[in-house]
């Protein structure tokens, strides 16, 4: 276990990323993006034509799938089969086939090995729907970041326009976001929950950097 070691679980949407990146940043730490690595199996399963529910193929080649991480200027970038696929794995199709194959066993129990292994070997903060239940329930800080839905789909839209994307609708990414907190809460295999031990912050009212307040006093009064 790494001696600074923070887990944040939470919806899709929460803000989940944007905390736990400025407290990597303020703390000197890395910041592992526990999403991106299923987004990646999903962009993975989508070229070469897999279903994003099948989880026989899916286990089939996530054994042996090809997923780096690098920190390139403090920055997270992953890489697939060699190629850097950081931007790539944001497009909403990508979006839904991550949730999908999260729920497979065969690909949660091959990215918690990754994650673990990072976790053991840096200090970290790592964000998800299952850290502090399941990847590293033996974390010492563990928080769970939520907002309504609504709050939750105009910042992704926000963002993604920020990003270029323009043809996706609001109402679309709504669908998306609850048809992902539905996936993620549901599944079978360490579902979307909050660790008993995890301080809850609601963020529908909370702008990023008040909650980032929150979490380093907690973090600073233990």
């Known amino acids: 276990m790494a001696r600074i070691c923070i887990a944040i679980d939470g919806p899709a949407g929460a803000g989940k990323s944007t905390v736990a990146k400025s407290i990597s940043r303020q703390l000197g730490i890395i910041y592992l993006d526990t999403g991106a690595m299923y987004r990646t199996v999903a962009l993975k399963a989508i070229r070469i034509g897999i279903d994003t529910k099948d989880a026989e193929r899916l286990a089939e080649f996530v054994g042996n799938i090809d997923i780096r991480i690098e920190y390139i200027g403090n920055e997270q970038r992953i890489f697939l089969d060699g190629n850097d696929v950081t931007e790539m794995i944001r497009t909403p199709e990508v979006s839904i086939g991550a949730s999908d ?16 292994d990072i976790a053991q070997k840096n200090d970290v903060v790592m964000d998800g729907r299952d850290i502090g239940t399941y990847v590293l329930p033996e974390a010492r800080y563990k928080f769970f970041i939520t907002a309504s839905l609504e709050e939750r789909a105009k910042r992704r ?11 996706v609708t609001l109402d679309e990414v709504m669908k998306d976001i609850a048809y992902r907190d539905k996936n993620d809460s549901t599944r079978a295999f360490a579902p979307l929950s909050k660790a008993t031990d995890a301080m809850e912050i609601d963020t529908t009212e909370l702008d990023p950097q008040q909650v980032v307040d929150k979490i380093l006093g907690r973090i600073n009064n233990n």
């Not at 066993?105 to 673990?116: F, S």
Request: charge should be positive.
């Open 101 to 116: 194959v999260s729920a497979v066993p065969a690909v949660r129990l091959k990215m918690v090995e990754l994650q673990r």
């Open 157 to 167: 839209f926000t963002e993604m326009q920020t990003k270029g994307v323009s043809e």
